[in-house]
């Protein structure tokens, strides 16, 4: 988006023209933080949270993750993600294990309990899911995470 372009001023957060109600990034940090807000008290219920639910789906998708590859798909820190899969594997969530390619990798896999937990997940949090999404088509959907993964791609990574 280019702020020199009138009709887009109110869009830029440096321009005068700028409109917090018209930024998309403005709204995106609202949904997020009642997203986060709405999960937290749903997952406190039967006692997870958020960092733990996100390594368990994560690892419920993708069946064997490094903890590299965990802390990639769920955009946070190395040192938090190890620290959290470690705690896991002692509540009996997780198994880990050396790769077999690379002794220095450690691969993250669920446990049976683990699986009780995305069980328990998904019965507590199925509704917030289906209210969130009230009133979307799947074609509305599709084409929102396509603009999403686009505004992704177009910040830098670091």
């Known amino acids: 988006m280019s702020s020199s372009t009138p009709r887009l001023r109110r869009y ?5 023209d700028f409109k917090k109600e018209e930024f998309p990034l403005y709204w995106l940090a609202r ?3 009642r997203y986060t807000l709405a999960m937290e008290k749903a997952l406190k219920k039967i006692g997870m949270d958020i960092p733990r639910y996100r390594i368990l789906f ?8 490094s903890i590299t590859e965990i802390a990639e798909h ?5 040192p938090t993600v190890t620290k959290t899969v470690y705690r896991m594997k002692a509540d009996g969530l997780v198994d880990t294990q050396p790769s077999a390619d690379d002794g220095r990798v450690t691969q993250v896999t ?12 998904e019965l507590a949090t199925a509704g917030l899911f289906a209210q969130s999404f009230k009133g ?8 929102l995470n396509k603009l999403l993964e686009n505004i992704f791609n177009n910040l830098p990574e670091h």
């Open 12 to 16: 830029n957060p440096t321009s005068d």
């Open 31 to 33: 949904v997020h933080g």
């Open 58 to 65: 994560i690892l419920k998708e993708q069946g064997v993750s």
């Open 74 to 78: 769920a955009i946070a820190k190395l």
């Open 110 to 121: 669920l446990t049976p309990l683990g699986q009780d937990a995305i069980d328990k997940i």
């Open 136 to 143: 979307m088509t799947e074609a509305q959907l599709k084409r």
